[in-house]
């Protein structure tokens, strides 16, 4: 049995997950999100640092606690997109699976964060005793992680046909850092009369001038509204922060619904969903073929290839 425990108190977690609901030899655990408070945060420091694991956890509820129990010896465990170290440190002290993986689903080095402090997160996550894997390149070998492809879902249950591709060019997302990336690819589509639409959101803490202020919006984007309007582009915009050399979301969102791909990512001419006809490279593809290239037919990615991405093919290799 193979037992995936996953923070999806995150929507674009709980949509993959969802794929997982009743798969023969898999089980989903949903991971408590305890909130915060003092008396919280005392309780996961003074059990996360005690040198036994007690007979029962004081931080996880009682039920959540049987849950973790019920994991046999000879069982497999999957932890998916939960990183606190402290909450890792009393699930390991409470599970007896001898083979558990931790899939860190975001760089090792984000956006605003310092680069010796994540080097120490990294460095504490491999301590704990857990596999450490990662999707992107850069950080497998920096770090010396294995390296998995990026995960998504099969999405034909979410597809609707007859939807009118009135959007040329789709980004969503959080600035962290990409606002001039994409004020720039903003002003090349236009240039070139392609429709765009860009849902962003803004940094905390960061100030935006009127003009960029402009480009922002507040309030944040369901995941069901970003599926519809993944439906009615053309194309959807990747711009990865800095630090990152694998695949976002987005990409495997594009192949999955059978969109086109615009990634600022210049290694992604080596993925494996890549073709030339359905990815443009910010950076190595001519700006002036942004128009002909959204507007041009292509093929659909093979169904192989996206099962090696579907999460409910994906997650056997953690058996």
């Known amino acids: 049995m193979l037992h995936v425990i996953a923070n999806t108190s995150f929507f674009?977690?709980?949509f993959v997950m969802e794929r997982l609901q009743g798969a023969e030899g898999v089980r989903?655990?949903?991971?408590?999100s305890l909130g915060r408070g003092i008396d919280k945060s005392l309780t996961k420091?003074?059990?996360?640092s005690l040198p036994w694991a007690p007979e029962r956890s004081r931080y996880f509820s009682a039920q959540y606690f049987a849950q973790l129990q019920a994991i046999a010896p000879q069982d497999s465990v999957?932890?998916?997109?939960?990183?606190?170290?402290?909450?890792?440190?009393?699930?390991?002290?409470?599970?007896?699976a001898r083979r558990c993986t931790i899939f860190t689903w975001n760089?090792?080095?984000?956006?605003?964060?310092?680069?010796l402090l994540r080097l120490v997160h990294i460095r504490a996550l491999k301590s704990l005793g857990m596999r450490v894997v990662t999707f992107d390149p850069d950080d497998a070998r920096h770090h010396h992680l294995p390296l998995v492809e990026q995960v998504y879902r099969d999405v034909s249950a979410y597809r609707q046909p007859g939807i009118a591709e009135d959007v040329d060019l789709y980004f969503v997302g959080q600035d962290k850092g990409?606002?001039?990336?994409?004020?720039?690819?903003l002003a090349v589509a236009r240039s070139a009369g392609l429709r765009t639409y860009f849902?962003?959101?803004?940094?905390?803490?960061?100030?935006?001038?009127?003009?960029?202020?402009?480009l922002l919006t507040t309030a944040p984007l369901p995941y069901a509204d970003n599926l519809a309007w993944v439906q009615r582009a053309r194309c959807l915009v990747e711009v990865v922060q800095p630090h990152q050399s694998g695949p976002t979301v987005r990409s495997l969102e594009a192949a999955f619904f059978n969109r086109k791909l615009l990634t600022t990512r210049l290694g992604g001419a080596q993925d494996d969903l890549y073709s030339p006809a359905r990815v443009f490279i910010d950076g190595a593809d001519a700006p002036e073929r942004l128009a002909a290239f959204v507007q041009a037919a292509h093929p659909p990615v093979e169904a192989t290839l996206l099962a090696r991405h579907d999460v409910?093919?994906?997650?056997q290799q953690f058996r």
């Open 178 to 185: 990409r606002l001039p990336t994409l004020r720039r690819l």
């Open 78 to 96: 999957l932890i998916f997109g939960v990183e606190n170290i402290k909450e890792l440190r009393i699930l390991r002290r409470h599970i007896r």
């Open 12 to 14: 674009l977690t709980a």
């Open 28 to 32: 989903v655990l949903h991971h408590e």
């Open 312 to 315: 409910l093919h994906w997650c």
């Open 199 to 214: 849902h962003i959101t803004p940094d905390k803490y960061q100030r935006y001038r009127p003009e960029e202020q402009a």
């Open 107 to 115: 760089p090792v080095r984000d956006y605003q964060q310092n680069a």
């Open 45 to 48: 420091f003074i059990e996360a």
